[in-house]
T-cell receptor, first 115, second 114 residues
């Protein structure tokens, strides 16, 4: 079945460092891809998405490019801040699921940014 | 405006008891989802409602789990004969419609079965 694999955490970085969180997926159809973020004490929030190959999603300085050839959707940010400390989840929704977003999530990667 | 709310925020129960978890979606959202998040894992899909009907309940783990949405708004997830393995955070999300729109998640209910 469909699945998402993301790098294990925690990832610990200094402020202004470059961030990459790897995400790869397996899907039988043509999935849409998402990154969700969970800040401490808050609910899951959509960070960015991409719906087809070569699309780039971006938000709040974060970017991810849908790479069909490598089945990847790696999250990047050029300069992280302490406020970016959170758990990041990669997810997919396979379009054959019937016109709605049945999300399949990775296990999550905890990011800790220190001053 | 108000987001998705879930009650209670925490529920502690004993093995074998019955529990109900409530979800209040964003007003006007017709699509509603339930997910379960075990410790250290990502959320896992349980069930999807479009309006009042459960369009996809393929993620419910067994027949002890049941969910309803009688008026197409509030939803209740019901777990009978709880087991320790049911301990998790239960998340609810709503969306303006079923067609690939963003899901807005609630804060979750943390269920602990002793």
């Amino acid at each position: 079945g469909d699945s998402v694999t993301q790098m294990e955490g925690p990832v610990t970085l200094s402020e202004e460092a470059f961030l990459t969180i790897n995400c790869t997926y397996t899907a039988t159809g043509y999935p849409s891809l998402f990154w969700y973020v969970q800040y401490p004490g808050e609910g899951l929030q959509l960070l960015l998405k991409a719906t087809k190959a070569d699309d780039k999603g971006s938000n709040k300085g974060f970017e991810a490019t849908y790479r069909k050839e490598t089945t990847s959707f790696h999250l990047e940010k050029g300069s992280v801040q302490v406020s970016d400390s959170a758990v990041y989840f990669c997810a997919l929704s396979d379009r054959i699921s019937g016109g709605y977003n049945k999300l399949i999530f990775g296990a999550g990667t905890r990011l800790a940014v220190h001053p | 405006g108000a987001g998705v709310s879930q009650t209670p925020s925490n529920k502690v129960t004993e093995k074998g008891k019955y529990v109900e978890l409530r979800c209040d979606p964003i007003s006007g959202h017709t699509a509603l989802y339930w997910y379960r998040q075990s410790l250290g894992q990502g959320p896992e899909f349980l069930i999807y409602f479009q309006g009042t009907g459960a369009a996809d309940d393929s993620g419910l783990p067994n027949d002890r789990f049941f969910a309803v949405r009688p008026e197409g708004s509030v939803s209740t997830l019901k777990i009978q004969r709880t087991e320790r393995g049911d301990s998790a955070v239960y998340l609810c999300a709503s969306s303006p419609s079923g067609a690939y729109n963003e899901q807005f998640f609630g804060p979750g209910t943390r269920l602990t079965v002793l």
